[in-house]
């Protein structure tokens, strides 16, 4: 006591120093002890195997068993909106090519429909050569499906039809010859790609008519139930067929002579009216899709 009371501040300083020492030593024990339970119970949910809750396992089952059968509604719907692939030998399909594409020239004749002179739907090259036995098939599903285009534009009278281009399949095109591999380089592109669910034929057409005759075109096309198409992409411009030459002079003058009318004003309550503008017709170009479902 002599000594704390002859050095004072020494001993608080050292009490201080002790009190903390052991503050510090107590907190860091506590800390130690939560990191060791908290690792313990990370170390056994990590080493837990889930087990879900029955009664919301037993939803999860539902759900999945109604989403896959939603899916499977949803196919067998897609695949009625598809024309059939139909067995057919290369001469088959050169036959039915024929008789497809006089079917459509009587009905564009019956219907007043321009046609491009020499027109076969698209299919040229196989009206003089039959198509390979593993094209023919698709070749005949895709004749169908243009077929169908021709029958929606003559039934809506178009004026004409200005051109019609399809995009060849890849089954008529011919093995290109494999790349020579160089030493000491991966090839590229060998990624196995899985099947694919859709397949898209691809069809470039351009037709002359009124505007109300292209919108019910279009309307037609996108909402058909025999095919799915869709319209990727569209471009029109106006055509002035019947006023051109009219409306590049302007009207004609009205006489402004009265003479032989007896000095009266003439009627023209009853006289029908002449429209320099409203005439004109639009030139549409459509880049149509096919849609072919392989699931």
């Given at each position: 006591?002599?000594?704390?009371?002859?050095?004072?501040?020494?001993?608080?300083?050292?009490?201080?120093?002790?009190?903390?020492?052991?503050?510090?030593a107590?907190?860091?024990?506590?800390?130690?002890?939560?990191?060791?339970?908290a690792?313990?119970?990370?170390?056994r949910?990590?080493?837990?195997?889930?087990?879900p809750?029955?009664?919301?396992?037993?939803?999860l089952?539902?759900?999945?068993?109604?989403?896959?059968?939603?899916?499977?509604?949803?196919?067998?719907?897609?695949?009625?909106?598809?024309?059939?692939?139909?067995?057919?030998?290369?001469?088959?399909?050169?036959?039915?090519?024929?008789?497809?594409?006089?079917?459509?020239?009587?009905?564009?004749?019956?219907?007043n429909?321009?046609?491009?002179?020499?027109?076969?739907?698209?299919?040229?090259?196989f009206?003089?050569s039959?198509?390979?036995?593993?094209?023919?098939?698709?070749?005949?599903?895709?004749?169908?499906?243009?077929?169908?285009?021709?029958?929606?534009l003559?039934?809506?009278?178009?004026?004409?039809?200005?051109?019609?281009?399809?995009?060849?399949?890849?089954?008529e095109?011919?093995?290109?010859?494999?790349?020579?591999?160089?030493?000491?380089?991966?090839?590229g592109?060998?990624a196995?790609?899985?099947?694919k669910?859709?397949?898209?034929?691809?069809?470039?057409?351009?037709?002359?008519?009124?505007?109300s005759?292209?919108?019910?075109?279009?309307?037609?096309?996108?909402?058909?139930?025999?095919?799915?198409?869709?319209?990727?992409?569209?471009h029109?411009?106006?055509?002035?067929?019947?006023?051109?030459?009219?409306?590049?002079?302007?009207?004609?003058r009205?006489?402004?002579?009265?003479?032989?009318?007896?000095?009266?004003?003439?009627?023209t309550?009853?006289?029908?009216?002449?429209?320099?503008?409203?005439?004109?017709?639009?030139?549409?170009?459509?880049?149509?899709?096919?849609?072919?479902?392989?699931?």
């Amino acid at each position: 006591m002599n000594w704390f009371q002859q050095n004072r501040w020494l001993g608080s300083f050292l009490i201080s120093v002790g009190a903390a020492t052991l503050l510090s030593a107590l907190f860091l024990w506590r800390a130690h002890n939560s990191f060791e339970t908290a690792s313990a119970r990370c170390n056994r949910l990590e080493n837990l195997d889930p087990f879900p809750n029955d009664a919301n396992y037993q939803k999860l089952k539902v759900h999945i068993e109604d989403y896959g059968a939603a899916v499977e509604k949803m196919k067998e719907d897609l695949k009625t909106r598809m024309l059939p692939i139909v067995a057919l030998q290369p001469n088959e399909f050169q036959s039915r090519l024929r008789q497809v594409t006089l079917t459509t020239f009587d009905k564009a004749h019956v219907g007043n429909v321009k046609l491009p002179p020499r027109f076969h739907l698209g299919f040229d090259e196989f009206t003089a050569s039959l198509p390979s036995t593993a094209a023919a098939p698709l070749l005949g599903q895709q004749l169908s499906q243009t077929a169908l285009l021709m029958n929606i534009l003559i039934e809506a009278r178009v004026d004409s039809l200005t051109a019609l281009r399809r995009t060849p399949l890849a089954e008529e095109r011919a093995a290109a010859p494999a790349a020579t591999a160089i030493p000491g380089r991966k090839p590229g592109g060998t990624a196995q790609a899985g099947p694919k669910l859709i397949e898209r034929q691809i069809v470039d057409l351009t037709f002359v008519a009124a505007p109300s005759v292209a919108r019910k075109v279009l309307n037609q096309i996108a909402s058909s139930t025999q095919q799915f198409y869709i319209i990727r992409t569209l471009h029109m411009r106006t055509l002035d067929l019947r006023n051109e030459k009219e409306t590049a002079k302007g009207p004609p003058r009205e006489p402004t002579s009265q003479a032989g009318t007896g000095g009266k004003q003439p009627d023209t309550s009853k006289a029908a009216l002449k429209f320099i503008v409203g005439n004109e017709h639009i030139e549409t170009s459509a880049r149509i899709e096919m849609l072919r479902f392989t699931f």
